[in-house]
Structures are given as C-alpha cells and as structure tokens.
C-alpha cells in the first residue's frame, strides 16, 4: 500500500535528515550521511523521476546531503551553493547570486513523503525466501513504484498559478524525487519499503518553476495507491510463477489481496505493532464514545464512525510507536528473521523452508480454474455499484471509479498482469452505461472532468444540495440512561464500543445482482435501464432473501436503492434477516434460475454444457471472492 505525509521545511530538518534517510533510527549529529547509511544497513538514497534532468541531477544518482537540504530544506535548486558560488565569482550581488539558485517562490511545504510498502505475504517471501527471491520482490517494488510515480506525473500532479490559483496545469518535465530504501519495521519485524520524498517544485510549459498542489496529490492517493498494490503483486507473481488470492482482515471491509499459498498465520508472527496498536485503538474509541463535557453532554459522537475510527487509529499508531531497534546489516536480519520464524511456527517450522513451494502449487490450482479474460461490461457493472455503495452519499468522482476498477482488476486477475489502459476503459464504460453526470459547476475547477460529480443510474438523479442551503440535524449527544451505571466501571472488553455499520458487505451484495442482471439483459436482449427512468428495467426489485420458493407474486424484495443504508431501511423481517447468511447461495440460484427463464423465453430447452461451462467461468472470475457472512449476521452489522 502507499501512505502520504507531508514534507515542510523545518520538518525536513528535524525528522528526514536526522531519521529517515538513514532507515528511521537517530543519526548522531554531525556525523557525514553516508556513514550514518553504511552504520544503518541501508542502502544510498536514489533519484528518480522524469524532471531529473531539468535540475542537473542524474537518474539513480545518490542523494547527498547538501541536495536533500537545499531541495527539501529550504526548496531551492539542488545545486543552489554552487550556483550562487558561481555568480559570486563573476562579480554578481548577494541577492542576484541567491536569485540564481531559486526555484521560484520558496514554499512552506516543500515535498510529500510517499511510503511504498508490498503486501504481508510478499514481505514474508523477502524476508523469508532466498536471494533469487529477494532480489525479485525488490525488483518488482522498485518497478511498481516507478509505474506509480509515472503515473501522478502524468494524471495527478497539478501546478496552480495566477490570482487565486486560477489556472492549472501539468509539470512540463515531470517531477523530481529521492528514494529511500528501509527494510525492517520498528518492532524489528521485517518490512520492506520504501520512502519516496517528492519534490513540489516543478516547472511549467512557459519555463517558470510552481509548486504542484498538494491538494490534488491527496485527492488521488487511494488510486495511487490502489496502482501499487495491482503492479507490486502482479510483477513478483510473474517473476516468480505466483498467484494471489484475497484475504479478510476485518470483517464487513475489503478484503487484502496475498499470495496463494504462503500460510496466513505467518502474518500474525509480523504484527506485533498491529497488536499494539489495535489495543490502544480500543482504549481511544471508548475514550471517544463515553466522554462527556462538565454538563453531561457527549463531547463526539455516540458511536465510532469509518472516518473517526481511521483518525483514531492514526493517533493509535504514533502513541504506540516504539523506538527503533540498533541497526543490524540485511543478512543479520534474515538470519534473526529465520529464526524467530521457526520458533513462532514451533512444530510447522518446516514450512519455513517450502514456502515457495506451497505457492507454486497454489497458483497451479488457481491457474486452472481461472479466467484471463476480463469482460469489461461486468467489471464496470460492478465496480459502479461498489463506489456508489460504498460512498454513503451516492455520489462520487471519476478518481474513485478508477480506484476501484484497480481493485477489482487486482481481484480478478489473480496476480496476472493486465493489459495497460485496462482500468481507464472500464471506468469509460462504467461513466457511459452506468452513471448519471449531477455536476453543478460553480467554478472552473468544478468544469474539469476530474471534478465531475456522477451518481449511479438507478439512484434518484436529484443533485446533492448545496452546504449553505442543507439543513443540518440536531444531534442529541446526550448519552440514553443505561441500566448498568451503577455498576461501573466495568473492565476493558466487558461492552461493546458502537460503531457504524461498514459498507463493504452491502457493496458485494449490490455487486453480484447487477452483474447478475446485466448477463439477463445480455440473453435477453433486453436494455438493462429503461428509456424513461434511471431504474433498472424490470424486475426492478431483486428477490434476494426469500426463505423458500412461494409463489412469484408473493416473493419478499429488496430496493438496490436501499442497500446503501443500514438493515432496518431494508424493512426486512425477522425471519428475513435470519437469513442473511445464506444470501450467496441465493444468489447463485438466482443466477440460475435468469439463465433459465432467459432460454426458456428464446425458445430452447435446458442450457447446454458448453454454455453453462461458460456461465461458471464468468462466474467464477468476476464474483468478489468475499466469504459469506456468519449465520444470523447480515451485511453491515459489526462484528
């Protein structure tokens, strides 16, 4: 995954020169980079990036000192001394001399801090598996970020100028950055990634030098990142004969994409400061629903949201943050790591020296059984009503289509690599068939096709009010009397902390019965929207939760609609929700049973084996690969 932090100029003499650049331990003062590097275990920082050579400086070049201060430090050119060292000879003023080595305007913020890091499993291979091994992950990381920086040179980076910003545009030579290899975590686990320090300062088409808005870096990292997790696992399962598989980390969330066959439990051996942190999470969010102000009032909310919970687990994180162990050479590490692996694995320590083995027989199995063809008609079906699902408004832009037509290709393709473009023509398809433009455009920005506002087709096309017009709710945050007051306090893990209902587990449903219904509208031939109305064409609501088979008349549906919101708008009965657990199997009989009317109604008899082989391996790479719910737990309730 790739987080993003920004750089300013007092930060990148405090925190980045002093820790970063020498693998996040404490470099003692006045002691040269490289030897704080060499005494690290951590290799040289290395320049990147298309605008290298705009700056004088070479591709793969190290990163020395004097150009991390003069560029990140104060945002001048990485040369700036020896520029205005020049004109000083020639007999130029101090201030013209300083002129020489700017870059423009001097920023506060002069860069963002890009953290690359692969998957669990693939960090497991590194750390665990031989040289041949190693050297491929980090073959195929280096090359995925390079492909991610590419890619925000191109579509993400944007240089404002003019009064107020007004006008916008792309860096005329791309974009300047330094990378900083770091391979364990600060619990001593192994972590191999990656610190990219890009530059904001960039030139535009007329030759003057910006600063890219940072604002627009932000607004793209969930695509960007989600770019990273497809090219990481699809290189290293190319370069090493591998496929991946999804894996739930939390119930009712998207589930992360592994490498088949490395054993999951060997993860638990790595997240020690998961745990940590994990337990101090649970210590903020009941903080955070129980404080109260001196009137008896809630201070936040009376349940933890997805966005509040993300800002915890961020303060989790630096309150459990441990110091960094003493630096240990990559060798020494591997050796450790090998170690602790076989004792944490105990009487399965064999399996230490298979893994890549185990992999290679999964993704055998996976092979086989796999499509390599994507449809590009289903994937936009559902990679819709996922983003609309999952953004509780309903309405979303073109980046998040593209984000999570990345995560449904990393899905479906299982570790192979795609088709370059594959994602921007299912988000073409996705914005033509199956979303409704809703934009009112106020300013210039707002007119560009990144800042559209779309809504899916079968939601009401109503466009969202305006903030100065919306009437905001009363909240009631005073906390309902609980009978057990009188015997508090109760200990850690003794009540349950409320929290929203996350979204994922509604997106997969909503999924499976569009796509479902675009293959009845593709037998038969029928519009899968109707002319009149933005709703699906008939049956426009879908039988999902029927416990037997009454009559047709009599069927209990659902609304797609509502399937955005929590169970009770579903209006769903006792017995209704009973069932919930069994909603996959519903679905597949669902699918069967459209098959079968749509071939009775073309006149033939019972499908044929070709076409129901066909139909199972449509199903089998397109369906979201997530594990049905607990029985007696729906979509959206919290584990």
Known sequence: ?????????????????????????????????????????????????????????????????????????????????????????????????????????????????????????????????????????????????????????????????????????????????????????????????????????????????????????????????????????????????????????????????????????????????????????????????????????????????????????????????????????????????????????????????????????????????????????????AVTATVFVMNGSGHFHRRHLLAEARRHLALVQRGRRRETGLDERIVVAALAAHCTDITQARTTRGQEPGYRLYTARWAPTTPPPSPASAAVPVRNRKPAADPATPFLPLEPGEWDIPRVPLRHDRAVITARVLTAQLRTARRTGHPLYGAAAHQPTAPQQLLLFAQEQPPRAARPTVNLVALRTDLEALELTAEQVSHLGRVGERLTALRKDARQRAHEAAGGGRPSAQEALGAHRQDEQHAHCQPPPEPGRGPGTPA
């Open 1 to 381: 995954m790739m987080d993003i932090a920004l750089i300013t100029r007092g930060q990148m003499y405090r925190y980045y020169l002093h820790q970063v650049v020498v693998g996040d331990g404490r470099r003692p003062a006045r002691k040269p980079l490289r030897n704080a590097q060499k005494e690290a275990g951590v290799p040289a920082g290395r320049w990147m990036g298309r605008g290298l050579p705009a700056l004088g400086l070479a591709a793969a070049g190290e990163a020395t000192e004097a150009q991390l201060r003069s560029l990140f430090g104060e945002g001048r050119h990485p040369h700036a001394d020896q520029l205005e060292a020049g004109q000083l000879t020639v007999g130029e003023t101090p201030a013209a001399a300083r002129r020489a080595g700017a870059l423009g305007r001097q920023p506060k913020v002069t860069g963002v801090d890009l953290v690359f890091r692969p998957q669990p499993t693939l960090n497991l291979l590194w750390a665990l598996g031989d040289d041949e091994t190693r050297k491929a992950i980090e073959d195929a990381h280096e090359r995925a970020i390079t492909t991610v920086l590419a890619w925000i040179e191109d579509n993400a980076a944007v240089i404002r100028y003019g009064a107020g910003g007004i006008h916008r545009t792309r860096p005329a030579h791309g974009l300047v950055a330094a990378r900083f290899r770091h391979y364990e975590a600060r619990s001593g686990m192994p972590l191999l990634h990656d610190h990219l320090l890009l530059s904001v300062k960039a030139q535009r088409l007329d030759g003057a030098w910006g600063s890219v808005h940072t604002e627009a870096l932000y607004e793209n990292v969930v695509a960007a990142s989600a770019l990273y997790n497809e090219m990481v696992m699809a290189e290293a399962c190319e370069a090493l004969g591998l496929a991946s598989e999804p894996r739930t980390v939390t119930v009712g969330r998207r589930p992360v994409m592994e490498v088949a066959g490395v054993p999951h439990e060997l993860i638990g051996w790595t997240s020690r400061r998961s745990e940590q942190i994990a337990a101090c999470l649970a210590e903020l969010e009941r903080e955070y629903v129980t404080a109260t102000d001196d009137d008896g009032n809630l201070k936040f909310a009376p349940e933890v949201s997805e966005r509040a919970r993300a800002k915890l687990n961020r303060i989790a994180a630096r309150k459990a943050r441990p110091a960094k162990p003493q630096p240990r050479s990559l060798e020494q590490l591997r050796d450790d790591w090998r170690a602790g692996a076989r004792a944490f694995l105990a009487a399965g320590a064999h399996l230490i020296d298979t893994l890549l083995e185990r992999a290679h027989a999964a993704a055998t199995a996976i092979w086989a059984r796999v499509a390599g063809v994507v449809d590009v008609g289903l994937a936009a079906v």
